[in-house]
C-alpha cells in the first residue's frame, strides 16, 4: 500500500517546537520529503531525506526517519508565526518515481 | 527563474459542463505532474508526463478526464464532463526530470475548481 498519514492539526506557542509526525508503508520508498502550504500557495519543498540516512538537520528544521517503523518526523524549532501552514510528508517511490503525499498537518503558531 | 504558471485561478461551473485548465511549467523542466487536492486532503496523482509522453495515468478517471502536453512544454487538463465530486483544487508541478536525485517538484498556484 502507500498510504502516508498524519494527524490533522498541531497548536503551538511562538516561540516553542513544533512536531509534525507521519507514518507511511512503502519501504522501498528512496526518499521522503516535507512540504509546506500557505494559504492560497501551492506547495513548497521544505526539507527531504534520502531513506539511508536517520537524520538530517537544516537550520531551524531537523528531520528523523525510523525506517524500521515507517515514521518520519519534522520538528521546527523556536516556532514562528510565519511557520503557520500546512505541512505535508510525502515518500518517493516506484519505478514511476512517483510521490505520494500525507493528509497533511496543519499547523497554528499561537503569538 | 519564473514559477510554474496556471488558469484560471477560480473556475465554476455547473455539472456536466466541461472545464480546462492550462499550466505552463518551468522552463526545461522535461516532467509535468497533474494533481488534484480535495478539502483537507493531500494531493492525489492525476497523470504525470515525461517531456510529452505519458509516463502514469493510473489514477485518472479516463471516462472524463484527459490531458496532454503537445511539444512537451504546457499543458491542459480537461474534464468532460464534470461531477460534484470534482470540486477541488487541481495543481500542477514539474521538475527538472523525473527519476534522478530527490526529484525537487516545484508546484503552481493551482486551480480551484467548484461544481454546482
Known amino acids: 500500500g502507500e498510504d502516508v498519514e498524519q494527524s490533522l492539526f498541531l497548536s503551538v506557542r511562538e516561540g516553542d517546537s513544533s512536531v509534525i509526525n507521519c507514518t507511511y508503508t512503502d519501504s522501498s520508498s528512496t526518499y521522503l520529503y516535507w512540504y509546506k502550504q500557505e494559504p492560497g500557495a501551492g506547495l513548497q519543498l521544505l526539507t527531504y531525506?534520502?531513506?539511508?540516512?536517520d537524520m538530517k538537520q537544516d537550520q531551524r528544521l531537523t528531520v528523523l526517519l525510523n525506517k524500521k517503523d515507517k515514521h518520519l518526523s519534522l520538528r521546527i524549532a523556536d516556532t514562528q508565526t510565519g511557520d503557520s501552514a500546512i505541512y505535508f510528508c510525502?515518500?518517493?517511490?516506484?519505478?514511476?518515481?512517483?510521490?505520494?503525499f500525507g493528509t497533511g498537518t496543519k499547523l497554528q503558531v499561537i503569538p | 527563474e519564473a514559477g510554474v504558471a496556471q488558469s484560471p485561478r477560480y473556475k465554476i461551473i455547473e455539472k456536466r459542463q466541461s472545464v480546462a485548465f492550462w499550466c505552463n511549467p518551468i522552463?526545461?523542466?522535461?516532467?509535468l505532474y497533474w494533481y488534484q487536492q480535495i478539502l483537507g486532503q493531500g494531493p492525489k496523482l492525476l497523470i504525470q508526463?515525461?517531456?510529452?509522453?505519458?509516463?502514469?495515468d493510473s489514477q485518472l478517471p479516463k471516462d472524463r478526464f484527459s490531458a496532454e502536453r503537445l511539444k512537451g512544454v504546457d499543458s491542459t487538463l480537461k474534464i468532460q464532463p464534470a461531477k460534484l465530486e470534482d470540486s477541488a483544487v487541481y495543481l500542477c508541478?514539474?521538475?527538472?526530470?523525473?527519476?534522478?536525485?530527490?526529484?525537487?517538484?516545484?508546484f503552481g498556484p493551482g486551480t480551484r475548481l467548484t461544481v454546482l
Open positions: 522552463s526545461g523542466h522535461a516532467t
Open positions: 510525502a515518500e518517493l517511490s516506484g519505478g514511476y518515481q512517483k510521490v505520494t
Open positions: 531525506i534520502f531513506s539511508n540516512m
Open positions: 508541478a514539474s521538475s527538472p526530470r523525473g527519476g534522478i536525485s530527490y526529484n525537487e517538484q516545484f
Open positions: 508526463f515525461q517531456n510529452n509522453g505519458v509516463v502514469d
